[in-house]
Every structure is written in structure tokens, then in C-alpha cells.
């Protein structure tokens, strides 16, 4: 069974950064797909960055040229750099991952852009 816990959110003023990282209960090496997800209050869930093992990435349209993902396979993690930051992008950010046919996700991080 595979865990995944986030951290590194936080408050932060509009223009802002923050790094959040995503750390897995086992080796990734194996898991194709990883990527972050946030849900904002009263909104639908929505993936915000997806990347494969083989260094595949793709971004919402909201977020690209502000956001980088990236993932260490040897330290079974994967990162989320958040750069220019907007009070829209506050919201509960979740680490996932697919295997097969099952989706993972581990308990989100709370991201609030505010001034």
C-alpha cells in the first residue's frame, strides 16, 4: 500500500513561493504517473501538474510558467515549485499517483495566498 505525505504549505503574499513536497511510503521508481492536485473551497478537485517517469509534464493552463514539478526517484519524492503565487491558487494541495487502474493521494497541504 503506498502513503503519500505532503508538506511545505503555508501562507504566503500574493507573488509569493513555496515548495511543496510529496514523500512516498516506497520507491516510485515503478509508478508512472505522479502529479499534484488541488481542491478549493466549493470548487472541483483539479490536476495542477502531472509527471511521468520518463520526465513527461504537463501543467493546467492556469498555473503554467508559474509552477514547476519534478520528482527524485532515489528519494522516492516529488516536489511542486510554486512561483508568483495568486489568491487563486489557494487551496488544499494534494500529492498523487496512479498505478494500474488505482489512484493514490495522500492528505493534502493547505496553501492560502493572501496579503
Known amino acids: 500500500q503506498l502513503q503519500l505525505v505532503e508538506s511545505g504549505g503555508g501562507l504566503v503574499q500574493p507573488g509569493g513561493s513555496l515548495r511543496l513536497s510529496c514523500a512516498a511510503s516506497r520507491s516510485i521508481f515503478s509508478i508512472n504517473y505522479m502529479g499534484w492536485s488541488r481542491q478549493a473551497p466549493g470548487k472541483q478537485r483539479e490536476l495542477v501538474a502531472l509527471i511521468t517517469n520518463g520526465g513527461l509534464i504537463n501543467y493546467a493552463d492556469s498555473v503554467k510558467g508559474r509552477f514547476t514539478i519534478s520528482r527524485d526517484n532515489a528519494k522516492n519524492a516529488v516536489y511542486l515549485q510554486m512561483n508568483g503565487l495568486k489568491p487563486e491558487d489557494t487551496a488544499l494541495y494534494y500529492c498523487?499517483?496512479?498505478?494500474?487502474?488505482?489512484?493514490?493521494w495522500g492528505q493534502g497541504t493547505q496553501v492560502t495566498v493572501s496579503s
Open positions: 498523487t499517483a496512479k498505478i494500474d487502474i488505482s489512484d493514490y
